[in-house]
Structure formats: structure tokens, C-alpha cells
């Protein structure tokens, strides 16, 4: 195993091929949050559960830990500009989004290629992530072709 640095093992890791999605929340005060995220995996069918993770060190990181689940948006090759604009650090990331409230009261962005409404199952330890774990409750596809994220590089 090559144990040269971070750099190297975050490139190694970034070898293998990603969607890319949008979670979303609301906190305390019911204000939307969302971020970029490409650590989303489908985990169970029976019940139907699905994960992803976030840095401790991310801004939001209590917020959405503190909430009472959240919805996937997972993206489609139109929306690059959708993903660079969660991914940055905006006080409002909403304004000039067009989205709804799901079922649960979270948001669900416009015209994805797929979306999961979700209820907090449970959250796990992860070195210096927390994996959070949501029960689907609900969920919407699209044909259109995904957003990925393969060896740095957004297509």
C-alpha cells in the first residue's frame, strides 16, 4: 500500500467515478441549507436507506446533524453551475433557485435527475466525517444524463 500523504491518497480515491448531488436541509429557524456532496451511496432496500457523509470541519456540519433528516438532489450533466454554486460559500445558497418542499419539509431542487426525501435513521463515526444515515420516504427520476466527478474533474 503506497502511504505517501493525503494528497496522493485523496487523488487515489477520486480514481473511482461519482455522482454528484445537493443535500438539503432546513435548520432550527426552518431556513434552507444545502451543500455539494459526492459521498452519496444507496444502501438498503428493505428498509429503503441510502448515506453520505460530511467533514466536521464543514460550516453547515451542525446544522444538518441537528435536523430531522434531509432530500438528495442528485444532479444532471446540465447543472454544473447548480453544483459550483452549493459548493461555495454563500449565505443564501436558495436565492435565485427554483425548489420545493418535499413531503418532510426539506428542499427539493428543480429538475434533477433523481431526488430522495429523507428522515434521520442514524449517524455513524467516520474519522474526521460523519456518515449520516436517511430512511427514504419518497423519491422522484428523470431521464436525463448525470452530473460526475472522476479524477478532479466535473462532466
Sequence with gaps: MNTQNNKDLRKAF???????TVVTAVDKENKPIGM???SFSSVSLDPPLVLWS???KQPSYSLFLDANGY???????DQVKL???FASPLNDKFENINWKLSENGFPLINDTLAWFDCT???DYEGGD???????VTSYGIS??????FWNGKIS
Excluded: Q
Design 14 to 20: 477520486g480514481m473511482f467515478p461519482t455522482g454528484i
Design 54 to 56: 460530511i467533514a466536521k
Design 36 to 38: 455539494t456532496v459526492n
Design 120 to 122: 434521520k435513521w442514524n
Design 71 to 77: 432530500a438528495v438532489n442528485i444532479l444532471s450533466k
Design 143 to 148: 431521464n436525463m444524463e448525470p452530473l460526475t
Design 129 to 135: 466525517h460523519k456518515i449520516l444515515l436517511g430512511k
Design 83 to 85: 453544483c459550483n454554486h
